[in-house]
């Protein structure tokens, strides 16, 4: 929600913007992509600064995005409840594409991420700089 207490409705639909999250995923209603948004008439705003890029070359692909926001939705209840902290995130991953099936390659890839977050959050995280890794297969129609 901005400022004024009500929904804002997402880029391309009549969908609350809650479900719209940063790149190109879309989630789901019971994972809410939330933030510090405001907005004055059409302009629709948030504190953040990301930088991305993507190297591909045949079949192999590496990319790393940086992230630094405020964040004010990660404490539902409790002494830091919509209390705005400034976390970071750097992530790198890597995805082999396997040979093409028509229109349709499959990949298989692996992101490991880094958060940076303020001494505040050491002890609900339990680590300043908490990580993480994922493997994940990709389907993309071309």
């Known amino acids: 929600m901005h400022e004024g207490g009500h929904e804002m409705q997402g880029l391309f639909g009549p969908y609350p913007m809650s479900r ?24 629709m705003a948030d504190r953040v600064l990301r930088l991305e890029s993507t190297y591909r070359l045949r079949r192999h692909t590496v990319f790393a995005r940086g992230e630094l926001a405020e964040k004010d939705e990660l404490f539902d209840e409790g002494p830091f409840e919509h209390r705005v902290f400034d976390v970071g995130k ?42 993480s890794v994922m493997l994940f297969l990709r389907a993309e129609l071309q």
Do not use: K
């Open 20 to 43: 719209e999250a940063s790149g190109t995923s879309w989630q789901p209603e019971d994972a809410p992509h939330e933030g510090v948004h405001w907005s004055s008439g059409a302009w």
């Open 90 to 131: 750097l992530s790198a991953g890597y995805i082999h594409d396997f040979p093409r099936l028509g229109h349709l390659v499959l990949g298989a890839g692996a992101l490991g991420s880094v958060h940076f977050l303020p001494q505040d959050l050491e002890g609900p995280y339990g680590s300043r700089n908490p990580t």
